[in-house]
């Protein structure tokens, strides 16, 4: 299974990936349908996730088994998805929590 030393750097481990595949960021941006790096860029610098229907194409691109990409996705999706509830709840408990409007339910 690939393992990543920080989760963090997911991006950064798909570029280590696609250079110890022999791929540029315009090489392997075509092989993915993309016109241009810059959405790779994006990815590889945790700006944007990996699309999920991304994955298989990937894996065989970077030479990556499809299962073992698979889980390194899901682990970041949790830690992205931990963090931001995280937040929520450091906000409730500083009383920071926008709350909207309450509806009374009444007819006009």
Do not use: C, W
């Not at 994955?55 to 970041?76: G, H, N, Q, T």
């Amino acid at each position: 299974m690939v393992k990543q030393k920080n989760s963090q750097h997911f991006g950064a481990f798909l570029g280590r990936k696609r250079k110890e595949a022999g791929l540029s960021q315009e090489e392997a941006a075509a092989a993915l349908g993309y016109s241009d790096r810059f959405f790779l860029s994006r990815i590889e610098n945790n700006r944007v996730s990996l699309p999920l229907d991304k994955i298989p194409v990937i894996a065989e691109l970077y030479a990556i088994p499809v299962r073992d990409l698979a889980a390194a996705v899901i682990e970041e999706q949790t830690r992205i998805l931990r963090g931001r509830v995280e937040r929520i709840i450091d906000k409730s408990a500083s009383g920071k929590v926008k709350r909207g409007k309450r509806r009374t339910g009444r007819a006009s």
